[in-house]
């Protein structure tokens, strides 16, 4: 499994309701950047917002036994396993990571929690939804990686889009568009 960050809709699954592993047998891949954030107790006892202080939390009841046994932190700019590469994307959380994957000539964006609803957050990139971890660092994150997309035509996966979540970004003139991928049921 590859974690991109350490907010609960991204961790709380590695755990069942009665906090078993949900997948015993998986690996999980994890970003050294927000492992080392979010464990440190130096960084926990500064938390500035009780939402912060409760994300601490959570991540410390599911970063733990099994969990923590099974984890392998990767570095950033790196392959971390074949045909994907890890890149670092600060700013929704400390060392929030999204994914390039690559089959050959042709690669996909899976860009996490980069953006959420693109219809507000990819139009606007500098609005600052209240769950970025640093606004300011969140929105020069989405500037250079939107322009990266539009220059390299790259396609983009994103947890949050709606279906089917696939798109190509646009440059506009106030900001960039998402252009959906028109699903198809066939292959």
Same mark, same amino acid.
């Given at each position: 499994m590859i974690i991109s960050h350490y907010h609960g809709d991204h %961790?709380? =699954?590695l755990l069942k309701s009665d906090n078993s592993l949900a997948f015993p047998n998986a690996e999980i891949l994890v970003?050294?950047? +927000?492992?080392?954030?979010?464990?440190d107790d130096g960084e926990m006892s500064r938390?500035?917002?009780?939402? %912060?202080? =409760?994300?601490?939390?959570?991540?410390?009841?599911?970063?733990?036994?099994?969990?923590?046994?099974?984890?392998?932190?990767? +570095?950033?700019?790196?392959?971390?396993?074949?045909g994907v590469i890890a890149v670092g994307t600060p700013g929704h959380s400390p060392g929030h990571t999204c994914h390039i994957i690559t089959s050959g000539a042709s690669k996909v964006y899976v860009q996490g929690d980069l953006t959420h609803a693109p219809f507000l957050f990819v139009r606007n990139p500098g609005w600052h939804?209240?769950?970025?971890?640093?606004?300011?660092?969140?929105?020069?994150?989405?500037r250079k990686v939107y322009d990266m997309l539009v220059a390299e035509k790259m396609l983009v996966q994103a947890i949050h889009y709606p279906f089917p979540s696939v798109a190509h970004i646009e440059k506009t003139a106030?900001?960039?568009?998402?252009?959906?991928?028109?699903?198809n049921p066939t292959i």
């Open positions: %961790i709380n =699954g970003p050294a950047p +927000e492992h080392k954030y979010w464990m938390a500035s917002t009780p939402r %912060i202080e =409760g994300l601490f939390k959570n991540v410390r009841r599911v970063m733990r036994g099994e969990v923590l046994k099974r984890l392998r932190p990767y +570095e950033w700019d790196r392959e971390i396993i074949p939804p209240y769950f970025d971890h640093d606004p300011f660092r969140a929105e020069a994150t989405r106030t900001g960039y568009r998402e252009n959906p991928v028109a699903w």
